[in-house]
């Protein structure tokens, strides 16, 4: 059962245009979301997280934006760079539902900005 | 800046043998995780460890998987007789403890390629 659902498996935009990475969950007890950008041969990075008592996170050209009554969420990334040019991975935990913050991820959307 | 640290970045072990997987979290990091991906599919979770304990595990972390913190500072994951399907990247991750802080994301090594042969 996939939890965390990332449909977009690969996503090409221009530079300097905005990128939509989507996320879809079906755990209603997952209240704090986290995006992480994955180079190959290196770890996943963090990107930028979001709780549930928000619906909207912006740290520089990343914004990420939740929508807990469709379990929703999306990454954006304006202007998109060639350097952003990752896989990009959602993840979902349940803090304050008792989990101990161990992620759940997405299968991840490969993004491919061209110059 | 502080890192997680994995070695070795790539191990070939033969089918039954045991390997063990090495990590450093980062040093005032209380939680620990091991991921893995397998080639072309996601990222799981297996492992958190937490006060010296297993904290959660996956249905994947059998009876063949193990986790130990030998030291105070290293954080290994223990395969005891491998299979070919444990062929994978494997992730070791460290965190603040969640609920107690606002940044609760996970920091990530660099992974440990496992094949198994």
């Known amino acids: 059962d996939q939890q965390v659902k990332q449909n977009s498996p690969s996503l090409s935009v221009q530079e300097g245009r905005i990128s939509i990475l989507n996320c879809d969950y079906t755990?209603?007890?997952?209240?704090?979301f986290l995006w992480y950008k994955k180079y190959p041969a290196e770890g996943p990075t963090f990107l930028i997280s979001?709780?549930?008592?928000?619906d909207k996170n912006e740290d520089g050209r990343f914004t990420v934006f939740l929508n807990k009554s469709a379990k929703h969420l999306s990454l954006h990334i304006v202007p998109s760079q060639p350097g952003d040019s990752a896989v990009y991975f959602c993840?979902?935990?349940?803090?304050?539902?008792?989990?101990?913050?161990?992620?759940?991820f997405g299968k991840g959307t490969k993004l491919s900005v061209k110059p | 800046e502080p890192e997680v640290t994995q070695t070795p970045s790539h191990q070939v072990t033969q089918m039954g043998q045991e390997v063990i997987l090495r990590c450093v979290p980062i040093?005032?990091?209380?939680?620990f995780y091991w991921y893995r991906q397998i080639l072309g599919q996601k990222v799981e979770f297996l492992v958190s460890?937490?006060?010296?304990?297993?904290?959660?595990k996956s249905e994947i972390f059998d009876d063949q998987f193990s986790v130990e913190r030998p030291d105070g500072s290293n954080f290994t994951l223990k395969i005891r007789s491998t299979k070919l399907e444990d062929s994978a990247m494997y992730f070791c991750?460290?965190?603040?403890?969640?609920?107690?802080?606002?940044?609760?994301?996970?920091?990530f090594g660099q992974g440990t390629r496992l094949t198994v042969v």
């Open positions: 993840a979902a935990s349940a803090i304050y539902g008792g989990s101990q913050g161990n992620l759940i």
């Open positions: 979001i709780s549930s008592i928000k």
């Open positions: 755990n209603s007890m997952f209240d704090y």
């Open positions: 040093s005032n990091h209380l939680y």
């Open positions: 460890f937490y006060n010296n304990e297993i904290s959660e």
């Open positions: 991750a460290s965190s603040l403890p969640p609920r107690q802080t606002k940044n609760t994301e996970a920091f």
